[in-house]
């Protein structure tokens, strides 16, 4: 048996959800729908990119799946993937991937909880695999799979910060970088990208903030899936 890691560095795609609670964002959420169709279309550009949203929203020019959520933060809710590692007959290094379903609880249950009914929230991760035909792991623990952060190996290099230029989207060869409208700072923050990440697009979205108003940013609202065969 191989290694398990978390998360690959080549990815097929990116699966989103839509803004599904108008309450927690400001003007009944048309700014924060906007900004969550601009991260999908910037993604598109590098990755195929799977939206799922309930029956009364609709995407254009991107692969929509009908899905009922309570909320939108994907990182959260949706599986973490995994890849085993084994080597062939032929000593080749063949991988497969799988994803653990973590048990959600609304970020503190029911004394604490963001919200009291998370009921269609538990399903999501169960939902994605089934859909992608990958290999479920379900897990009793309760965890939010962006209150983690591993480099592929199981490490856990940091935490990510909703409102900070750390929470962009690594997509193949391109970084989506949220965008705060502080000319000064945005433009260091894509000076560093750069950087960081010689010979990958610096993709902006400008004026993010109506993500972070929801307690989320762009790297929140999707889940990666390796290109890996289950």
Known sequence: MGLLTVVSI????ASLARVERPDVWRDNA?????????????ISRFEPVTVCASAKQLTKHIRVVEMSMNDSW?????PTFV????????????SKIAGIDWTFNSYGGTEDGCYKDWSLDLLIAR????????PRFPHSMILEGGSIHVDGEARYPGMRLAA?????????????TPQFGDEKW??????VLSSTFPGYEIVKIESDRDNVLGGGNIQCINQQQPAVSP
Do not use: C, M, P
């Open 10 to 13: 080549i990815w097929v795609g």
């Open 30 to 42: 048309v700014h924060a729908q906007r900004a969550f169709a601009s991260v999908a279309s910037a």
């Open 74 to 78: 994907f990182r959260d809710t949706g």
């Open 83 to 94: 890849i085993e590692n084994d080597a062939s007959s032929k000593g080749k290094l063949d």
């Open 127 to 134: 939902k994605i695999l089934e859909i992608e035909k990958i």
């Open 164 to 176: 900070s230029y750390v929470n962009f989207y690594i997509a193949n060869k391109a970084i989506i």
């Open 186 to 191: 945005d433009d260091e923050a894509v000076r």
